[in-house]
């Protein structure tokens, strides 16, 4: 048979299609493991970002022992003795089994469905709390943004707001991950005095010191939905069908914050 015949190239062909296949099959068992690592260390990076926690010189795994992950019930907002560390909640969100559907009037961050459960991250130093991190997600203009919200122990006053994931326009929406932007956020309040999410982005930029300043951030400057995106995703999971539960609960079991008011 020639060296040119089309039976000789095709074998030829699937041969290296065949090595291929096992090498690059083999490659992605082997490295596994160490992807899972990096996948759970950029996690534990973007937590502590959030928190306003990382230190240049100290290393993710040090600075995250002041992490106490936990998992809650969304619902009843109670702990649940089960490992954090293996919830998918992306996951669990569209198995039928695991997630809650969210009525559409009530659906601000556009996600339609969630997981019952939720992972949550305390922040302690010596035991006490200091703060509580929490997983949020919603849609901008053209994607689902991922992010963590910082709490501190009040439960009400913002200490960081980091996205990690999104597809928004660079220069507009994108723009969520302008480190100017984000030191925007410590020090706001997220409840008015009867208990409402009431922080939002707003046009144009905050004066700080007028009525109201401390429920606003600046929005992103071109990007009118992805600004209010980010505004609907706090609202939802800040509100009942959210965390809200688990915070009120999480700040009666704080004796320490007996006298502290939660909506000021």
């Known amino acids: 048979m020639s060296n040119d015949s089309i039976g000789k190239t095709l074998g030829v062909a699937f041969g290296l299609c065949l090595i291929c296949s096992v090498v690059v099959s083999t490659t992605a068992v082997k490295l596994r493991p160490e992807q899972t690592a990096n996948k759970v260390m950029d996690k534990r990076k973007n937590i502590l970002q959030a928190a306003g926690l990382l230190e240049e010189g100290k290393s993710v795994e040090e600075l995250f022992r002041q992490i ?152 992103l400057s071109g990007a009118t939905l992805t600004s209010r995106g980010v505004s609907q995703i706090l609202k939802f999971w800040l509100g009942p069908d959210g965390f809200k539960p688990f915070l009120e609960k999480l700040r009666a079991n704080q004796t320490d914050l007996a006298e502290v008011k939660i909506y000021e």
């Open 68 to 219: 106490e992950p936990k998992l809650i019930d969304l619902s009843t907002g109670e702990y649940l003795d089960e490992d954090p560390q293996n919830f998918d909640a992306r996951k669990a969100a569209k198995d039928s089994k695991e997630n809650w559907t969210i009525p559409a009037e009530r659906d601000f961050a556009g996600i339609k469905t969630r997981a019952q459960k939720a992972p949550v991250y305390l922040l302690k130093n010596e035991g006490k709390l200091e703060g509580v991190i929490l997983p949020v997600s919603g849609k901008g203009l053209w994607s689902t943004l991922y992010g963590f919200l910082a709490l501190s122990s009040d439960t009400n006053t913002v200490k960081g707001l980091s996205f990690y994931e999104h597809g928004e326009t660079p220069g507009l929406g994108g723009e969520v991950e302008n480190p100017k932007w984000k030191a925007l956020w410590p020090g706001k309040k997220v409840y008015n005095e009867n208990g409402e999410v009431v922080l939002h982005l707003t046009k144009g930029s905050v004066e700080t010191g007028t009525p109201g300043s401390e429920f606003k951030v600046d929005g």
